[in-house]
């Protein structure tokens, strides 16, 4: 696709809100990527939904085309789509990356791409029968700056051999997405067969991130527990509790095992507590033979700061902030391509944009880091193991 001429990109998603809205319209209408990318069409659940959808979409993607249904076949057919971008629920991924693989077309996937890691095989299969198909799945968590500047960091060895790395992590109650309370539309996060549970998708991202920068696991060893049996549902609009329901999934996890580079990784997982002062989301260390990195999130009240994939957390390397640090040791690090308005730096508007840089150098005909098929599944490979070892009693896991 090497070519002068924009990427026409079709988002199966793009609403009046939601990801797409919030995240890949903004990343891609940024100035920068203006010349690269351009949205020319969007699908909805409904006609209605659509025309709301294109209404305000038009005024930065003028012309843009208005699908809705649940059969994506026509906007991946599209003769003026070049890339489908899949931001919808993740048990619909599947059946929109169907129709955009038979249509030839390069795809953009929301993490998971499957529900469950057997799914996400038989995409890649579909993907590799079906050929020159370039798929980039939206692990964002390793286009996050302060992630790549510490990468740079372990890989030039300035704190010696990784021996351990500890995560502590939770999501805030009031996101309301997993139990003990959640608003009616996102009911579906909380049955395990649609993929979407706190382990799959909190625990999957940060999964990526830490091993973006430590490497794969050798084997997991996991307990899981259920402090919370019952969940409150509550009205998205009026926030009060129309009906309580029994809970069918863990909401703590702890696991460890070894990674295949030889260091020792233990991570806790928390569903979800109330913020509360001095109560942070995220506590990770990474233990080098002769320094120490830290992360911490930032204290912004009830939003999911925890989260390395849409907010940028607080490190310090031996101690000192990490951009004290880097100069101090004479690093550099830039990144010229992305240019930044201050409100967004830092956040996943951000780490998205830098996820579509990558990708377009690719499609372009050159090289992008970004998160492939192959990477989600090596994260879904570890959710997997998690979730058996807890199954029975912690025993390990091997994975290849």
Not at 116 to 122: A, D, G, P, T, W
């Amino acid at each position: 696709m090497a070519s002068n001429k924009p990427i026409n990109v079709g988002i199966i998603g793009l609403s009046t809100k939601g990801w797409g809205a919030v995240a890949h319209s903004p990343a891609l209408a940024h100035p920068s990527l203006r010349s690269t990318w351009n949205i020319t069409a969007l699908q909805t659940s409904s006609a209605e939904s659509a025309a709301a959808a294109k209404e305000i979409h038009d005024k930065t993607w003028s012309g843009i085309r208005a699908y809705h249904g649940e059969d994506a076949t026509a906007l991946s057919e599209d003769s003026n789509v070049d890339v489908v971008t899949i931001s919808v629920k993740a048990p619909l991924h599947k059946a929109a990356f169907d129709k955009a693989v038979a249509a030839g077309k390069d795809i953009f996937v929301e993490y998971p791409p499957g529900r469950s890691l057997e799914e996400s095989l038989e995409m890649r299969r579909q993907v590799q029968e079906k050929g020159n198909i370039r798929v980039v799945v939206g692990l964002q968590g390793r286009q996050n700056a302060t992630m790549r500047k510490v990468k740079q960091i372990i890989d030039t060895g300035k704190i010696g051999k990784i021996r351990s790395t500890t995560v502590v992590a939770s999501v805030p109650r009031e996101a309301r997405f997993w139990q003990p309370q959640v608003t009616e539309d996102v009911l579906y996060l909380l049955d395990k067969a649609n993929g979407a549970t706190m382990l799959s998708i909190c625990g999957g991202h940060h999964l990526d991130t830490l091993m973006y920068l430590l490497g794969p696991f050798a084997s997991v060893s996991a307990t899981a527990s259920t402090q919370y049996p019952e969940i409150s549902v509550l009205s998205k609009t009026t926030n009060e509790v129309i009906r309580t329901l029994p809970s069918g999934v863990a909401d703590h996890y702890t696991f460890s095992g070894p990674l295949k580079s030889g260091a020792h990784a233990t991570v806790v997982w928390r569903s979800t507590y109330p913020t509360t002062p001095g109560r942070t989301q995220l506590l990770w260390i990474i233990d080098g033979e002769t320094g120490s990195i830290n992360f911490e999130s930032p204290d912004l009240g009830p939003l999911p700061t925890g989260l390395v994939n849409m907010f940028n957390p607080i490190a310090t390397v031996n101690g000192q902030p990490l951009d004290e640090y880097l100069k101090a040791e004479g690093i550099e690090y830039s990144d010229p391509q992305l240019e930044l308005n201050d409100g967004e730096k830092g956040g996943f508007i951000e780490f998205v944009r830098r996820s579509w840089i990558e990708y377009g150098k690719s499609l372009q005909g050159g090289q992008g880091e970004f998160a492939t098929l192959d990477d989600a599944i090596e994260v879904q490979r570890v959710v997997d193991a998690i979730e058996r070892s807890a199954e029975r009693g912690g025993v390990a896991i091997t994975l290849n």
